[in-house]
C-alpha cells in the first residue's frame, strides 16, 4: 500500500486533512464485514503493536487490540502502569524508545496532556494518543465522525449540539476541531465552570464556525440533528468538593425527548463510559447511537492501523 497518510503519528485529530479522513471512512466501512468476524483478513499479519495504557479503559484499549486479531497482528503492552516499570520510576521517554524497539506500532494513553507528541519524538515507529489528559482523543473522533456519517449521510450541513464537561473532556475538545473541518452548526451546552476552553473557541470564530454556548439541555433539544452527551470527568477536577457541584448536570430520559419537539431522526452519542447522564430508558429508542458508535471502534480503528502500518 502507499503511504496515504502524511504524518507518521496521530496526536490530534488535525494531524489528518479531511481528504485522510475520507479514506480512513472508506477503508473502513469495507472492514466492516472483518470487524463483525464474518470476512477473513490478515493484512496485518505479523505486526506487532504495544498498548500502554497509564489510565483506565475498555473500548479504546479492548478494540485497538480487536482490530489488531481481526486482521492477525499481534500486540504486547499493560493495561495498568503498576505493572510496568513506570512502577520503577522510568520515564516516559525511556518507556517509548524500548516499546518502539519491540514493536511496529504504539498506541498510548496517558494522564498527561501532551505525553502522546512526546512519545512521537522517541519513536521510531507510529505513535497513536489514545487519550492525553484532558487534551486530546483523536481516534474517539474518528469513529465519532464515521458514526455521524454513517447515521445522516454526511458530516457536513448538521446541527451538532456537545453537552456536558467541555472542559475536562478530551473527547469533546477532539471533536470539536474536527468539525471545524467541516461546515457544522454547533451547540455548546454545559454548566458556566464547565464551559468549552476559550482557545478552542477562538479557533472556531477563526475558522468561521457558528456556535453558541447554553446551559440548559432543555434549550437546545429541538434544534439538534446530534445530541453528542458526555461524562462529567470526575478523576480530572481538583476536589470531590469541585466535582460535586456539577455532577449530576445532565440527566437525559426517555421523557425529554417524548415531551420537546425533537427532531425525530435526531441521533444521540456518547463516547461512553456513561454515569448518570443518559437513562437506561433513552437505549431502546431509534435515536440512541452510542452502542452502534463504540462498535464501530473495531473497523475505524482497524483502517486506520493498516494505513499507519502500510499493509
Ligand atoms: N470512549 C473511551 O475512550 O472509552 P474508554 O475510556 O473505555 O477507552
Known sequence: MNKELKNDHVVTIKDFTVDELEIIFDLAEDLVPVAEGKKKNDDLYGKLAATLFYEPSTRTRLSFEGAMKRMGGRCIGFAKPGTSSAKKGETLADTIRVASGYSDLIVLRHHREGAARLASKFSDVPVINAGDGAGHHPTQTLLDLFTIKEEKGDISGNHIGIAGDLKYGRTVHSLTHALSMYDTELTFISPPSLKMPEEILKGLTEDGISYQEVENIDE?????????????????????????????????????????DTRSDMIILHPLPRVDEIS??????????YFRQAANGIPVRMALLKLLMEC
Do not use: C, G
Not at 445530541?227 to 456539577?246: H, N
Not at 430508558?281 to 447511537?289: E, G, I, R
Open 220 to 260: 437546545a433539544l429541538d434544534d439538534l440533528d446530534v445530541l453528542y452527551m458526555t461524562r462529567i470527568q470526575r478523576e480530572r477536577f481538583p476536589s470531590s468538593k469541585d466535582y460535586e457541584e456539577v455532577a449530576r448536570s445532565y440527566h437525559l430520559e426517555k421523557k425529554m425527548l417524548d415531551d420537546s
Open 280 to 289: 437506561a430508558d433513552v437505549d431502546p429508542t431509534p435515536n440512541a447511537k
